[in-house]
Each structure stands twice: as C-alpha cells, then as structure tokens.
T-cell receptor
Framework: KQEVTQIPAALSVPEGENLVLNCSFTDSAIYNLQWFRQDPGKGLTSLLLIQSSQREQTSGRLNASLDKSSGRSTLYIAASQPGDSATYLC?????????FGAGTTVTVRA | NAGVTQTPKFQVLKTGQSMTLQCAQDMNHNSMYWYRQDPGMGLRLIYYSASEGTTDKGEVPNGYNVSRLNKREFSLRLESAAPSQTSVYFCAGMGVNTEAFFGQGTRLTVV
C-alpha cells in the first residue's frame, strides 16, 4: 500500500522567505506526482504535475522536484507572500488512483 | 467551463437517512473519484471509476455505494447515514496522466 508523508505538518515564515515543502512516498512505481493547494473551506487546486519521467516542473514562483528512486518530492515557493498561506498537499498516482499526504499548512506572516 | 460540480454543498442528515451526492464534470475525464476529508486524516479514497462503466472500492468504501451514470456523472450514495460519515466529501476527475480537478466539496453532518 502506497504511503505518502508530508513533513512538517505546519510551517510559519515571514513574508519574503522561500518555502520548502517535503513529500515522501513508499512505492516508487508511480505515473506522476501532483501538488495541490487547499484554502480553508475550499476544494483542492492543482499547482503542478510531474510525470514519472521528469525531474522537475516549474510554474512562476513554484518549482517542484521529483526523485523517484528515493521516493521524494520537494515543492519550493520563492519569495513567499501572505496570499501563499494555505494547506499544500502532494499526491502520487501509481495507477488510476491518487494517494494523498496529510498536507503541510503554511502561514506567511506579513 | 464549469469543471467539476458537486451538489449539494451542505447537508444535514439524521442517523439512518439516505441521500445521494451528485458530481458532474464537463472536462471529458475518463476517471472520477470520491474522497472524504476528515481533520487529521487527510483525503481518503472511498470509490473510484477508472472509466465509464467501471467502479472500484478505495480505502474506505463501507457504508457507501456509487454509480457511474455516464462519462460525465458519478454519484455517491449513503444508504443509512451514521455519525461517523460526518465529513467533507470531494469529487474529482482526472484524464490519463493529467492533473486532477476537484469539486468544491459537500459538507455533510449526520446527527
């Protein structure tokens, strides 16, 4: 059974600092890995999808890396802003299903 | 383009009542999913449909049934609601090796 772990569970940083969010998974046989953002009381919004053949994916201030062999992905958010405050979830897709981590709740202090 | 639409957004049920949560997507996704989200438990897969005409159990299927009515619609039924089914329910759609799109959720309380 695929286990997905996100550490830390919560993170608080001052505005302008770079954010580093970690995701680890136990089974490296995946099709892709996805990062999502969830605001309180809302649904999930897709941020980045990394195919299993890729090492990283970038979108604006966001960069996600994938190391399948070690079962790890890292989401970097550059120059954080208060609007980046949310819960960030990673999910791996080994077949038709997405397995989620519990998320990292980020607070960016103005 | 509405994406993934869930109805209702909020619902209160009494123990033992039944209800159906509706989900529709207009993104031509092959696969559709039902998750529940509970504090401290993350998102757990209830049922999924890899393609039209197929459904399979996820991690926590007990107490639920699903129907993939057509490619667009995937409903979740609670036959006899229990307080343990109080949760936020999310429907999602995903294409082959593409990103998943989620609905806004249904907040269900069973009293």
């Amino acid at each position: 059974k695929q286990e997905v772990t996100q550490i830390p569970a919560a993170l608080s940083v001052p505005e302008g600092e770079n954010l580093v969010l970690n995701c680890s998974f136990t089974d490296s046989a995946i099709y892709n890995l996805q990062w999502f953002r969830q605001d309180p009381g809302k649904g999930l919004t897709s941020l980045l999808l990394i195919q299993s053949s890729q090492r990283e994916q970038t979108s604006g201030r966001l960069n996600a890396s994938l190391d399948k062999s070690s079962g790890r992905s890292t989401l970097y958010i550059a120059a954080s802003q208060p609007g980046d405050s949310a819960t960030y979830l990673c999910a791996v897709c080994p077949d038709y299903k997405l397995s989620f981590g519990a998320g990292t709740t980020v607070t960016v202090r103005a | 383009n509405a994406g993934v639409t869930q109805t209702p957004k909020f619902q209160v049920l009494k123990t033992g009542q039944s209800m159906t949560l509706q989900c529709a997507q207009d993104m031509n996704h092959n696969s559709m999913y039902w998750y529940r989200q509970d504090p401290g438990m993350g998102l757990r897969l209830i049922y999924y449909s890899a393609s039209e005409g197929t459904t399979d159990k996820g991690e926590v299927p007990n107490g639920y049934n699903v129907s993939r009515l057509n490619k667009r619609e995937f409903s979740l039924r609670l036959e006899s609601a229990a307080p343990s089914q109080t949760s936020v329910y999310f429907c999602a759609g995903m294409g082959v090796n593409t990103e998943a799109f989620f609905g806004q959720g249904t907040r269900l309380t069973v009293v």
